[in-house]
């Protein structure tokens, strides 16, 4: 997509500087942009811009720190508008609304207006799939699933049956939701397998990364909130309920019956005990582990196995880190207690 | 399915008390339970239950804790019998014995009475699948391997040549089996592919989650035993053993040659290095680390990286935790042993 | 393929002793060799092997540790020769050139001489497919991306448009290349997606583990040196670089814009911060921890959470799992001073 200068910081709301007819075809980083292209300066790596040179054909910065001789967007959250920006020359990919012919549509499910439908798609019995949804080649979408409008599943997504997906959900490849939860009982000998026949609703723009793995519920629901975005090879077990603007980074693991309220960040590689809730908002660094049944609190940053507010982590780390001193101190200690004694006995 | 009370309390051979006429159609939480539901109490949660509307159909509950006013299976393994049941409300899938027009069987493969083949499912040369088995959308079966009865293959499995898979087995989604082991040898300026010529045999009622990896063995076997449950995202490498009725949760990775004996329970996000052992019905708590060639004792639980028994591990993890307390009390010492060591000096 | 005991020497560039003219078939471990396999003792198993059954073929050995009896090609290096051998005795698969009838290849891709096309293969539109490649079933190669010459897509690869993959690379089963990054803005009430419109390049001679996803560039590019061996269920962020013949094993998570150089090697389940550089050689064990921004220094191996040289790791574990001794010893010398502090009263 292609805009001006002017419709762009017309549409970001924003003032700009220089020439407003200029074309606009792409985002890019400095170092590669050429002079279609938007870039954008967060502040500190102004001097490294200013040194480079400035084919870009404009820059978003904040209204000090703007370098000269380049057209200039003026903002006081110069990231987020370039993201907003992005948005609009490199729009979300729309329907084409063509069905290949190999795409296999029960005759028993609802198609949507517009839906696109690509080489070996399977679409089961039952299932239904919003307008302007775009299905990539190999998506298979089990029986009496639900996809919203304005969708895009990439190739090899799969929902097992009943599967409740909403509008302008992004599933990235090999994506599964709705698989069985992992729950037995044991009778001493071997594993009989708890019910898992329970739902699992996605809510509206949600995006999950790639084969990720979203399990329906137990006896209940699998619940992702609306604006919520999880990254590749995450799991979300059974019965978990994920609040709504959550961001959730790669190969995490949350297991069963775990609440994250709204607007919680959790890094890559943490992992979740059953029946844990993080509270709104509270940020969980990467490789955390948050045992059974934990609270972890609104307002903090938490770091560690198991998790410590990061302030209380740091100083243990450090301490961790100082541990041979400790010793060597305790050592001297004794020697200097052992003389002390030493003395006193001599000197009685 | 539907059974009456009175049929699945002699199915379960159980007492019941009420109404054994009274039909069952589904399992329930007793929260979303409806008239033709079964549920099941514990009994720490009987409280609830008794405050909440008994709506459910039955519930199984021990025989001292069970509510007034529902009908009530009895048991002193309520959870246990409510999976029991469930598996007669809910029964397993069964084969339609439909072979999609699109599924690509080669001619010289053996496909056993009454399989399922979904659309775009693929067979190779030399495979075998036996009867009643269901491959969904888009599994492929590579040359010469062979699944046997009554398992399910959900969409996307992926079997490499010569893959053994037993009866009853469930793949969930993604799962992919018999893939090259990760093995090199460098000569110090590139890697050398280390042969991956062995086989994988998964044995009857196995039950692997979505997306994980399991690998054929390098010059042997890598084997799974009968009745292990291996939940998503895990990843077993080349030559690992592991034994009967063992549970594996999610994202745990296995490297090379370890053994896991049976009835062993391994956590989530668990990690082994090469050549480890774990003892017969070892639990092996979540993020736990187990060195190459550690042998991890039956009988006990182990937590931690690297592992230790769980009484140690917190013992160490609480004191991890009086870092600050030890460091002051170590800073009062040295003030309080100078403070000695300066009345010595002048008392001499 | 077989080759005698001669031609194998004469390729490996080894002695030998004993019947050259032995047919070699296969290489296999000692305890499941038969007559015509190949065998290797590194020097520690010797007693082992010589009492067993010395059914094999051939043994690669070094000099002064071969067994009598048998067969013998003289290395310095068996393991090495033995990985060489296996690439004579078992070559990689080869293209047989088939296209599949259910093949769906755009009319405005390139497809190299040679190509095998699986069942369910989709070539998008503007793709380009080198002579010798192999794509098994279901493999999606998306529009504009570009696959060299003599590489083999197991079934269930994924490229995302425009993905670039070099000459004789190998992606196992379920591989996603080039899907979007996991980078959002805030405006504090919403996640904006930040563009990930860059590129990715998976450089000659890679090896790519099942499941595993490497998202493209943001505004730049994702980079994969050659010779580079990835294991399963690896993620690998936008920007990431890494070269030639890195190492990095199962479940590892590599966070944007890191840089991992040359001869790396990664164990398994290590994280990665974003922004951190890994310099060439550097060794990190598996389950490690790299804090955003940190430099791993070449020459070492590294361990722990955040990383640590491994010898002060070892230290600091060792007195970890001291810290009760520790604090009983603090006791005593609570005891013993308070104790010097009251006969020093007294004294006075």
Same mark, same amino acid.
């Given at each position: 997509?292609?805009?001006?200068?002017?419709?762009?910081?017309?549409?970001?709301?924003?003032?700009?500087? @220089?020439?407003?007819?200029?074309?606009?075809?792409?985002?890019?980083?400095?170092?590669?942009?050429?002079?279609?292209?938007?870039?954008?300066?967060?502040?500190?790596?102004?001097?490294?811009?200013?040194?480079?040179?400035?084919?870009?054909?404009?820059?978003?910065?904040?209204?000090?720190?703007?370098?000269?001789?380049?057209?200039?967007?003026?903002?006081?959250?110069?990231?987020?508008?370039?993201?907003?920006?992005?948005?609009?020359?490199?729009?979300?990919?729309?329907?084409?609304?063509?069905?290949?012919?190999?795409?296999?549509?029960?005759?028993?499910?609802?198609?949507?207006?517009?839906?696109?439908?690509?080489?070996?798609?399977?679409?089961? /019995?039952?299932?239904?799939?919003?307008?302007?949804?775009?299905?990539? /080649?190999?998506?298979?979408?089990?029986?009496?699933? #639900?996809?919203?409008?304005?969708?895009?599943?990439?190739?090899?997504?799969?929902?097992?049956?009943?599967?409740?997906?909403?509008?302008?959900?992004?599933?990235?490849?090999?994506?599964?939701?709705?698989?069985?939860?992992? #729950?037995?009982?044991?009778? #001493?000998?071997?594993?009989?397998?708890?019910?898992?026949?329970?739902?699992?609703?996605?809510?509206?723009?949600?995006?999950?990364?790639?084969?990720?793995?979203?399990?329906? @519920?137990?006896?209940?629901?699998?619940?992702?909130?609306?604006?919520?975005?999880?990254?590749?090879?995450?799991?979300?077990?059974?019965?978990?309920?994920?609040?709504?603007?959550?961001?959730?980074?790669?190969?995490?693991?949350?297991?069963?019956?775990?609440?994250?309220?709204?607007?919680?960040?959790?890094?890559?590689?943490?992992?979740?005990?059953?029946?844990?809730?993080?509270?709104?908002?509270?940020?969980? @660094?990467?490789?955390?582990?948050?045992?059974?049944?934990?609270?972890?609190?609104?307002?903090?940053?938490?770091?560690?196995?198991?998790?410590?507010?990061?302030?209380?982590?740091?100083?243990?780390?450090?301490?961790?880190?100082?541990?041979?001193?400790?010793?060597?101190?305790?050592?001297?200690?004794?020697?200097?207690?052992?003389?002390?004694?030493?003395?006193?006995?001599?000197?009685?």
């Amino acid at each position: 997509m292609s805009y001006t200068i002017g419709q762009i910081a017309a549409l970001l709301g924003r003032e700009f500087r @220089g020439d407003g007819t200029r074309t606009l075809r792409k985002v890019a980083k400095s170092e590669t942009a050429d002079e279609t292209a938007l870039i954008f300066m967060q502040g500190e790596e102004s001097t490294r811009i200013e040194l480079g040179v400035l084919r870009a054909a404009c820059v978003i910065a904040r209204k000090g720190l703007a370098p000269d001789g380049i057209n200039v967007i003026f903002s006081e959250q110069p990231k987020l508008d370039f993201a907003r920006a992005a948005a609009y020359l490199h729009p979300r990919p729309k329907s084409n609304g063509s069905r290949h012919p190999t795409a296999e549509i029960h005759s028993d499910s609802e198609i949507g207006e517009n839906v696109e439908l690509g080489p070996f798609t399977v679409v089961e /019995a039952g299932a239904r799939i919003g307008q302007e949804t775009i299905l990539h /080649a190999g998506v298979v979408v089990g029986k009496g699933s #639900g996809v919203g409008s304005e969708c895009i599943l990439h190739p090899g997504v799969i929902l097992y049956p009943g599967a409740q997906i909403g509008n302008r959900v992004i599933l990235h490849a090999g994506v599964v939701v709705g698989s069985d939860g992992f #729950g037995y009982v044991s009778d #001493g000998c071997r594993h009989f397998k708890f019910p898992q026949v329970g739902t699992v609703v996605v809510d509206d723009d949600v995006e999950v990364g790639c084969n990720t793995t979203i399990d329906r @519920g137990s006896l209940g629901t699998t619940h992702i909130g609306e604006g919520t975005k999880i990254d590749n090879l995450v799991q979300i077990a059974h019965n978990v309920e994920i609040g709504k603007h959550v961001v959730i980074a790669a190969q995490t693991g949350i297991s069963g019956s775990t609440i994250i309220e709204d607007y919680a960040v959790i890094g890559g590689q943490v992992g979740f005990g059953d029946h844990a809730r993080v509270q709104k908002g509270a940020v969980i @660094g990467s490789k955390a582990g948050v045992l059974p049944g934990k609270i972890v609190r609104s307002g903090e940053i938490y770091w560690g196995v198991p998790v410590r507010p990061l302030r209380e982590y740091k100083r243990l780390n450090a301490l961790f880190g100082r541990l041979p001193e400790m010793k060597a101190e305790i050592e001297a200690l004794k020697r200097e207690v052992a003389e002390l004694q030493a003395t006193r006995q001599k000197g009685n």
